[in-house]
């Protein structure tokens, strides 16, 4: 989140909206709790894991990027099949059957990629619980869930909101973890929304 903040202000962007998604609505949301931003959008913030729900992130999510790094010479084919692609992203979308097989292998490939990916997973999983409420001068607050999120599970939407007691919980009916790959229609149309 440093960085981010520091970005923000060397640059004057000071109440910039801003859009976040699963650790990146996270950072959005802590940019929120600071003041350093205007209208917000987090789509199915990491965070508000609890108890075993915090072993099950880092177990699962652990397991899918060390399978990726096995398996990376094969995402590409592996991408571009239906079946494998269910297999490959079942934890993330709801119907990962029905995704672009390109923006899939490309998806795959950055998570494969990213040295720093365990770090971060295990900072996740140990890290303290997200905390609020957003800072008065902050615009909108909008917090968007997947029903369908078996990575941060839709329980965990109440916790975020009454961290954020000011914000809008939006729930994507058709979405897993990532609404702009399941929804991105009413994605594009949440964050029109809030950030107008």
């Not at 959008?41 to 508000?48: I, K, M, N, Q, T």
């Not at 059957?97 to 997973?121: H, I, K, N, R």
């Not at 140990?126 to 909108?140: K, L, V």
């Not at 916790?159 to 973890?177: K, N």
Request: net charge neutral.
């Amino acid at each position: 989140v440093g960085s981010v903040e520091r970005y923000i202000a060397e640059a004057g962007l000071s109440g910039v909206d801003v859009v976040g998604s699963s650790m990146g609505a996270r950072i959005v949301l802590e940019l929120a709790r600071r003041g350093l931003v205007g209208n917000v959008v987090a789509l199915d913030p990491g965070g508000f894991w609890r108890g075993w729900e915090r072993t099950f992130f880092k177990t699962t999510i652990g397991a899918s990027g060390r399978l990726l790094r096995a398996i990376r010479p094969g995402l590409p084919a592996l991408s571009r099949n239906a079946a494998s692609r269910t297999a490959l992203l079942a934890q993330l979308s709801a119907r990962p059957w029905a995704l672009d097989g390109e923006t899939v292998a490309t998806e795959l490939e950055g998570l494969s990629t990213t040295p720093t990916f365990d770090a971060l997973v295990r900072s996740l999983a140990t890290g303290p619980e997200q905390s609020g409420p957003a800072a008065a001068g902050t615009g909108r607050v909008v917090i968007g869930w997947g029903r369908h999120d078996r990575l941060c599970l839709p329980r965990q939407a109440a916790r975020a909101q009454a961290a954020f007691p000011g914000a809008e919980l939006h729930w994507f009916d058709g979405s897993g973890h990532f609404p702009m790959w399941d929804t991105p229609e009413e994605t594009v149309a949440v964050i029109l929304d809030a950030t107008r």
